[in-house]
């Protein structure tokens, strides 16, 4: 029975977060460079950081149409997902990740809001956003993390590349990606 169970929720992890799958919930998500609306890139701001110092990636979206189109904004109603896997697969989430990737399990209360945060975006102009990792996942652990973002779109979710860090115990070695 244990067996069992162990087969059935990987069927249901490579289900939800396998790239260009159907999702449970019945969204498609699109690898971005499929898009004919937005163009994602995705960048970390350090590669290796000690255990205690948030891990910050940024997202950039450019309008690829010729009209202006409306994107995530800042606040609780921006509708981007942050995903993050370790080697040891999902670090514990936060409320706020639970919120915007409708996870919240039965009777945790939901975070309010009523912010849409959406904002108009020219057509071949781009915005970046900053995601302060540690507002979605507990990333105390030392270890070497992926994380990507799905941002909504008119063809449907849209998935970008995943880029990869480290969290070290003490202070990491000098390199190119930490100055």
């Not at 970046?128 to 973002?149: C, H, I, M, N, S």
Request: glycine residues 8%.
């Amino acid at each position: 029975m244990k067996t069992v169970r162990s087969l059935i929720w990987l069927a249901v992890i490579v289900t939800v977060f396998a790239p260009g799958c159907q999702r449970l919930d019945g969204q498609e998500v699109i690898p971005a460079h499929k898009s004919n609306t937005f163009y994602l890139t995705i960048t970390m701001e350090k590669q290796t950081l000690p255990v205690g110092q948030p891990p910050r990636v940024r997202l950039t979206i450019k309008n690829l149409t010729d009209h202006v189109i409306r994107v995530p904004g800042d606040g609780c109603g921006s509708d981007i997902r942050v995903w993050v896997r370790g080697e040891h697969g999902e670090p514990p989430t936060t409320l706020r990740e639970r919120h915007d990737t409708g996870r919240l399990p039965p009777g945790e209360a939901d975070l309010p809001c009523s912010l849409n945060a959406n904002v108009p975006l020219a057509p071949g102009e781009s915005t970046t956003r900053t995601f302060l990792l540690e507002y979605f996942y507990d990333l105390q652990e030392p270890g070497k993390y992926a994380v990507y973002l799905e941002v909504p779109s008119p063809e449907g979710w849209l998935r970008t590349d995943s880029v990869t860090f480290q969290i070290v115990a003490g202070e990491p070695p000098p390199n190119k990606s930490n100055p």
